[in-house]
């Protein structure tokens, strides 16, 4: 008996109209989506509540809420001092937010929270490092306690240190977004060294391709599907030996009828490796 196909998802961000986003979703026949927005939106502006009426509308599941922060910049210069929990000015405001948009988000019947936690430090003796262990330890018993997992999306650290993190922080609810992409655009690890580290704490995956860095550049370009550095074919077959199932969720960014244009190309593209 041959194994069942992944199914596909997309990323989708969180806004007024998202009725009018999951059908377009389903009219392209994919049938999950990764929703993204920003803990201020879900916590203080009741956001998700779009996403509720969605899902009673349309047939598409939600794999995963990805939960940002405002104010955050995704790069190598300035990322750091603005991303996630590490930075101590945002440490304790954002992992209350965290914590109250994982209670949101558990009334969507959601499991998987994902987000970037920041560029942790390579050291483990960096203070930072170990007041964050602290809030992150807080926020994986908050989790656990609602029945849902805290999935690291990668790229800003090395896998090593990520898994490192996981092993401190020493709870089973804490698993792995793996955006091989992105360990590129931030010139961090191939991809295929990543999943040999991670193994089989991948719970969710970003189909998302790009092209590493040169010495000026704060971080890579992002590119379609294939005309990256990821080697999706090989990369995909190891997950699949990881025991990883799926969803594959598919992120473009960029924006207007290009970014269609490239969510099609990907559908194709990955067909055959599902």
Not at 112 to 139: C, W
Not at 153 to 159: D, I, K, N, R, V
Request: proline share 5%.
């Amino acid at each position: 008996m041959s194994e069942e196909k992944m199914k596909l998802g997309l990323i989708v961000f969180l806004h007024d109209d998202m009725v009018s986003e999951f059908k377009k979703i389903e009219d392209m026949g994919i049938p999950t989506c990764q929703v993204s927005g920003t803990a201020e939106d879900i916590v203080l502006r009741g956001k998700l509540d779009n996403v509720a009426d969605a899902m009673s509308k349309t047939s598409v599941e939600v794999s995963s809420v990805f939960v940002a922060f405002e104010g955050q910049t995704y790069n190598t210069r300035t990322g750091p001092d603005t991303d996630g929990l590490i930075p101590e000015k945002f440490r304790e405001q954002r992992t209350e937010l965290t914590i109250k948009s994982a209670e949101k988000i558990k009334e969507l019947g959601v499991v998987n929270v994902t987000s970037h936690v920041g560029f942790i430090p390579d050291d483990e003796q960096d203070p930072l490092y170990i007041k964050f262990l602290d809030a992150m330890k807080r926020i994986a018993i908050a989790l656990k306690e609602n029945g849902q997992n805290y999935c690291f999306e990668t790229g800003q650290e090395l896998p090593s240190t990520l898994k490192r993190t996981i092993d401190h922080v020493g709870m089973d609810n804490l698993f792995i977004n793996l955006d091989p992409a992105n360990l590129i655009l931030y010139g961090k690890a191939d991809p295929l060294d990543a999943v040999a580290i991670f193994g089989p704490l991948v719970r969710g995956f970003h189909a998302k391709d790009g092209l590493w860095p040169n010495r000026d550049e704060d971080l890579g370009i992002e590119v379609k599907l294939g005309e990256g550095r990821v080697n999706f074919p090989l990369l995909m077959r190891r997950l699949k030996a990881c025991g990883f199932t799926g969803p594959v969720t598919i992120e473009r960014e960029i924006s207007g009828p290009q970014q269609i244009e490239d969510i099609k190309h990907a559908m194709k593209f990955l067909e055959p490796l599902l």
